[in-house]
């Protein structure tokens, strides 16, 4: 995903410099960069006030028998990059697991210790059922009752992914668009974490988290619509920033878009795969599609995001909708449930999900994620 804001374009520039002058100091001590890639040359000695423990020290600079620095926690991308996440950038610590030998060298086999699912519950007029209790509720693994450890209902700040559509097509829609994502950002807990991403031919990062409105509207007033719609790689790649940067437990994923994906590299069951994890996002889609026969497989793609997430695919007559819509989204968000429960049968690979609530007299819906994958495995090199 790209970054294209006035933040990143200070950064590059200062790296940029900052390069140039680390380029100019290693040449001056050594012997040039061919012999550097060869190991023939000797680190720089070291000041008598430097550590030499340093983690911020490049290898070059490190004596030769210091043992290396402590490797900080990898996520892997859905593209199967491996990305290193900041210690204070980590999530609660949910997994244990055990090294197991194979093949390739030795393997982590990581467990899942609690699962935390975000709940919607409803009654059969549609209307929020927020008076439950723990008991009130049995969920379902692999087809087998759970116990739940916790089942808390309270407004907590969330970390939020907005996707918009970015094409051609896009472009008389983007006014009333802005207006009902800034509604909706004001309408949620004031302690939220947003990002905005932009994508038509790729996914553009044009406001990374903040909670800042003016910043947003700005991000969201950024027009180039042109090109084509690749949402599956927005989605991924959204789904990868929630997983590395975000601040809150809590995620979820808005996406508006007005057609069918015809630019991604990956797929459909990709971009599903890459938010199903224990801790992956809630997916709510808004699909201004027009003509429904012209557009069946866009909405059947928004469907089964929102779907396999504990999400809700919206599809409006109108761009007036889209506002009411949005407010919608901000109340759902702040009106659910999470259980969490430890699974009996912890193993590694995809759980199928049940919730079932029960209340006197009422017929309950209850809305969750599908399922997750529970494990995942680093050969160590």
């Given at each position: 995903?790209?970054?294209?804001?006035?933040?990143?374009?200070?950064?590059?520039?200062?790296?940029?410099?900052?390069?140039?002058?680390?380029?100019?100091?290693?040449?001056?001590?050594?012997?040039?960069?061919?012999?550097?890639?060869?190991?023939s040359v000797q680190p720089t000695p070291l000041p008598s006030d430097v550590d030499p423990s340093d983690p911020a020290l490049p290898v070059w600079m490190k004596p030769a028998n210091l043992p290396p620095a402590p490797k900080t926690s990898t996520n892997t991308t859905p593209s199967g990059t491996t990305g290193n996440v900041p210690p204070n950038q980590q999530q609660p610590q949910q997994q244990t697991g055990q090294?197991?030998?194979?093949?390739?060298?030795?393997?982590?086999?990581?467990?899942?210790q609690n699962v935390t699912l975000p709940v919607t519950v409803m009654d059969d007029r549609h209307h929020l059922v927020t008076n439950l209790q723990k008991n009130d509720f049995v969920v379902y693994e692999d087809g087998q009752p759970q116990q739940i450890l916790e089942c808390r209902r309270e407004d907590i700040p969330v970390s939020i992914g907005i996707l918009v559509d970015n094409s051609g097509s896009m472009r008389e829609k983007r006014t009333a668009?802005?207006?009902?994502?800034?509604?909706?950002?004001?309408?949620?807990?004031?302690?939220?974490?947003?990002?905005?991403?932009?994508?038509?031919?790729?996914?553009?990062?044009?406001?990374?988290?903040?909670?800042?409105?003016?910043?947003?509207?700005?991000?969201?007033?950024?027009?180039?619509?042109?090109?084509?719609?690749?949402?599956?790689?927005?989605?991924?790649?959204?789904?990868?920033?929630?997983?590395?940067?975000?601040?809150?437990?809590?995620?979820?994923?808005?996406?508006?878009?007005?057609?069918?994906?015809?630019?991604?590299?990956?797929?459909?069951?990709?971009?599903?795969?890459?938010?199903?994890?224990?801790?992956?996002?809630?997916?709510?889609?808004?699909?201004?599609?027009?003509?429904?026969?012209?557009?069946?497989?866009?909405?059947?793609?928004?469907?089964?995001?929102?779907?396999?997430?504990?999400?809700?695919?919206?599809?409006?007559?109108?761009?007036?909708?889209?506002?009411?819509?949005s407010q919608q989204v901000a109340h759902d968000i702040r009106n659910q449930y999470n259980l969490v429960y430890k699974p009996s049968s912890p193993k590694e690979g995809y759980h199928s999900l049940k919730v079932v609530a029960k209340a006197s007299g009422r017929d309950l819906q209850v809305r969750t994620k599908s399922g997750y994958f529970s494990g995942q495995q680093q050969a160590a090199k």
């Open positions: 995903m790209h970054l294209r804001n006035k933040t990143a374009l200070r950064v590059v520039t200062f790296l940029l410099l900052v390069g140039s002058v680390f380029a100019w100091a290693q040449t001056q001590p050594r012997q040039g960069t061919a012999a550097a890639a060869s190991g090294v197991t030998k194979g093949k390739e060298g030795f393997v982590f086999v990581a467990r899942v668009i802005t207006k009902a994502v800034v509604n909706l950002v004001r309408a949620s807990n004031p302690s939220d974490e947003v990002f905005v991403v932009n994508f038509n031919d790729e996914p553009y990062m044009d406001q990374d988290f903040t909670s800042n409105v003016s910043l947003m509207r700005e991000a969201l007033d950024r027009l180039d619509s042109r090109g084509g719609t690749a949402l599956y790689d927005a989605v991924i790649a959204s789904a990868d920033h929630l997983a590395k940067a975000a601040k809150r437990e809590k995620k979820v994923l808005l996406v508006v878009t007005d057609g069918e994906d015809n630019e991604s590299r990956e797929s459909l069951e990709q971009a599903i795969r890459s938010v199903q994890d224990e801790n992956g996002p809630t997916i709510y889609t808004i699909g201004i599609l027009g003509s429904e026969g012209k557009q069946r497989r866009a909405k059947r793609a928004l469907e089964a995001l929102s779907l396999q997430t504990g999400g809700v695919a919206f599809f409006p007559k109108n761009l007036e909708e889209v506002d009411e819509i």
